[in-house]
């Protein structure tokens, strides 16, 4: 039809339809996406904008970042706000599994790139970790990366924050509500700890004797600790801690715990940890985590708990147990308990002794 109309009619034509579809094409507005809110039931709360807006910054930001739990399936996507030199500078984080297994998780590794791009001065400005889910639990996280958030943070303010995406809501948790210190584990005397007087004190002496052993070329002295386990069958193992060249640390508990298990001994009444000196020893929160997934080997069996002891050079004690040393734990119990079934029937585990 255009080709019949005279020349300066199909130009005007032209220029109407133009502006009719630049007209229909501005009312098709894209849909905004939802703003991130404060959850209702979040543990801490908080009327700071600026502060919600960095999360949701960060939120945004984390639901993209890159992943490869190649066990788990399961992606952890972390980020966090940096103020460098007046700007804010998002930084993202992933989860990342290879086997035997072991992973880099997704706190660890959005902390680490802070110190690659800013420096450990840098993180320890840090306020936040994001974590972008589907879901919010109450985990402070490992053991493991307690210690590394420990040591690269000012960890009795940082903030663990969970984001859920499908209702966008906020949830705000404390590191520290998952961290106790040795010191206020509760004094013990002997006869309050729960175990004949005869077996507590096999078990301090092998713990004192294991302390003079162990590997420690970069471990200051004042901090090799000797370990020892008391089993339901009435056996002790003990062991030191062990590091090497490239910094991999062999932890004690998980040491003593291992060698109990390749004697297929899962229930563990005890563990007793000797230092030197007046000072506590202290049980990094990779070792309370080794000690709080053997302890739940027992209480799936409806057995007690492991019991934590500590005792310092000048004869003092203190007990506890892995569960109260290891608040909001992240454990296979919590998540997955039907693995740890499987893995006592499999295994023939009972609590009868041999």
């Not at 502060?51 to 949701?56: K, M």
């Not at 002997?190 to 092998?206: F, K, S, T």
């Not at 739940?296 to 007690?304: K, L, P, Q």
Request: net charge neutral; glycine share 10%; aromatic share 8%.
């Amino acid at each position: 039809m255009m080709s019949m109309m005279p020349p300066g009619r199909r130009q005007l034509l032209g220029v109407g339809l133009a502006v009719a579809a630049l007209a229909v094409g501005g009312c098709r507005r894209e849909s905004p996406v939802p703003t991130w809110t404060l959850a209702v039931d979040s543990s801490i709360r908080t009327d700071d904008q600026a502060l919600l807006g960095r999360i949701g910054k960060a939120l945004d930001a984390a639901a993209n970042a890159g992943t490869d739990p190649a066990i788990s399936q399961f992606h952890v996507r972390t980020a966090t706000v940096v103020t460098v030199d007046g700007s804010e500078e998002v930084v993202v984080g992933g989860n990342t599994e290879y086997p035997w297994p072991q992973a880099v998780h997704g706190e660890v590794s959005v902390m680490n790139h802070v110190i690659a791009r800013f420096g450990a001065a840098a993180a320890r400005q840090v306020q936040f970790i994001a974590f972008h889910s589907q879901s919010c639990g109450d985990s402070r996280g490992c053991g493991d990366c307690r210690d590394y958030l420990k040591a690269t943070t000012e960890y009795n303010a940082l903030m663990l924050v969970c984001g859920r995406a499908t209702d966008r809501t906020i949830h705000i948790r404390k590191l520290a509500d998952g961290l106790v210190e040795e010191e206020h584990f509760a004094d013990a005397t002997p006869g309050a700890i729960g175990l004949p007087d005869a077996d507590l004190e096999r078990l301090l002496a092998a713990a004192t004797d294991a302390r003079a052993g162990g590997v420690s070329l970069f471990t200051p002295p004042e901090q090799q600790v000797g370990v020892a386990a008391l089993t339901s069958t009435g056996r002790i193992y003990r062991a030191a801690g062990a590091d090497d060249a490239a910094f991999h640390y062999r932890y004690p508990v998980g040491a003593v715990l291992q060698q109990a298990a390749t004697e297929r001994e899962y229930f563990v009444r005890a563990i007793a940890m000797v230092g030197t000196g007046p000072a506590w020893p202290r049980v990094t929160y990779r070792d309370r985590q080794y000690g709080f997934e053997t302890s739940s080997f027992a209480t799936m069996r409806g057995m007690s708990p492991t019991t934590l002891i500590l005792a310092n050079g000048q004869g003092r004690l203190k007990s506890t147990t892995f569960e109260a040393a290891l608040p909001h734990p992240f454990s296979v119990a919590r998540f997955n308990p039907d693995a740890i079934e499987r893995f006592l029937t499999r295994t023939g585990a009972t609590t009868a002794p041999k």
